[in-house]
């Protein structure tokens, strides 16, 4: 790497100020997790032009994990996962063959040699982007990889979301809005507060490589479950810099040899990603006809990420908003659920 010696405190305004104005810039843009985003090329902007090595404290991307799997725990309902009692059996079998679709996909990956079959199953998993990217490295996963192919699955199902809707349904809109939720500013930064805190002291009791996110992620439902905080969310400011920590620190570790292999990759990865896209919409027409619910419901529900443009979606044609966050929260739940194993499998098995 060539570049110019940064001291520290140099570092850290470029990092800051290159991060601050992309994240607002891809925020008007309308970019899916425009602070992560923003963040990682904030990152990128000092690791790519000066030798001088630059991290975060471990304890503040142990922050920024428990930040994100509260976000995450906070869209859990119990009684929504619940009313998917009478179709359980056919939403597993969908939820399973979708992970699967996408673990061949991440095999497919995984065939070139700078790729290993841990970063190919992480890249290609289906849902929960921004929660695999916080985890990635501490399961042996190459982030920056990760990061990358993660985002670009979620920008291919945001494109193709809307074209397909269209095109093959034909639905009415304006129909409704979906609310993300959210109680007071004091419950909602107490329920983090909390939810941090307890969940953090879980993840030191529990020796599982993912615990700094799924012990947050577990108190923040368990804490949602009891009503006493109506219906909490992690403050928007708390959510940004979540996701700043985790972009920042995952930039930070690109070279221009990393940047170089990552993007010789991407028409290759491209290929792949459209084609599980399809592969998926296959299991949601499978849905559809395993249970009494709506193709477009069904198609909605078996996307392979970006849930929050799809549950927009669902609500402003009418479809079952309910049923499709569940079904999309229940492979979310199962996939952080089972990385820790199946990262030490693919290990196993092999991985470079």
Do not use: C, K, N
């Not at 192919?149 to 945001?158: A, D, G, N, T």
């Not at 709506?294 to 044609?317: K, R």
């Amino acid at each position: 790497m060539t570049g110019r010696e940064r001291g520290p405190w140099r570092a850290a305004l470029l990092v800051l100020g290159v991060t601050v104005a992309l994240s607002l810039a891809l925020t008007l843009l309308h970019v899916p997790s425009a602070v992560l985003f923003g963040a990682l090329l904030g990152g990128m902007a000092h690791a790519l032009t000066s030798p001088r090595v630059l991290a975060l404290p471990a304890w503040v991307f142990r922050g920024g994990q428990g930040l994100i799997g509260i976000t995450i725990g906070s869209l859990v309902s119990l009684s929504d996962l619940g009313a998917m009692g009478p179709a359980l059996l056919p939403i597993l079998a969908v939820t399973v063959g979708t992970i699967a679709i996408s673990l061949l996909a991440g095999r497919v990956l995984a065939v070139r040699s700078d790729v290993s079959r841990v970063t190919g199953a992480f890249a290609m998993i289906a849902g929960g982007a921004s929660g695999v990217v916080a985890v990635a490295r501490d399961l042996g996963a190459d982030d920056r990889v990760v990061t990358v192919v993660q985002y670009l699955r979620v920008f291919v199902v945001l494109v193709t979301i809307p074209l397909v809707t269209g095109v093959v349904f034909h639905p009415d809109h304006g129909l409704g809005r979906f609310d993300a939720g959210g109680a007071s500013l004091p419950a909602d930064l107490g329920y983090t507060a909390v939810a941090l805190a307890g969940g953090l002291l879980l993840a030191r009791l529990v020796p599982v490589s993912t615990a700094t996110l799924l012990g947050p992620l577990v108190v923040a439902v368990a804490l949602s479950a009891t009503g006493w905080w109506g219906e909490p969310v992690v403050p928007t400011a708390l959510q940004w810099l979540a996701y700043a920590v985790i972009g920042v620190q995952v930039g930070l570790r690109f070279t221009r040899a990393s940047l170089a292999s990552i993007a010789r990759m991407l028409p290759v990865v491209l290929l792949i990603i459209v084609a599980m896209v399809a592969a998926t919409a296959l299991m949601g027409a499978l849905l559809a006809w395993l249970t009494p619910v709506d193709g477009l419901t069904a198609y909605l529900a078996t996307t392979p990420g970006g849930l929050f443009a799809v549950l927009a979606i669902a609500a402003d044609s009418g479809s079952d908003v309910t049923y499709v966050m569940a079904v999309q929260l229940f492979r979310l739940l199962v996939i952080l659920a089972f990385t820790p194993l199946l990262a030490r499998l693919l290990r196993a098995r092999g991985g470079r």
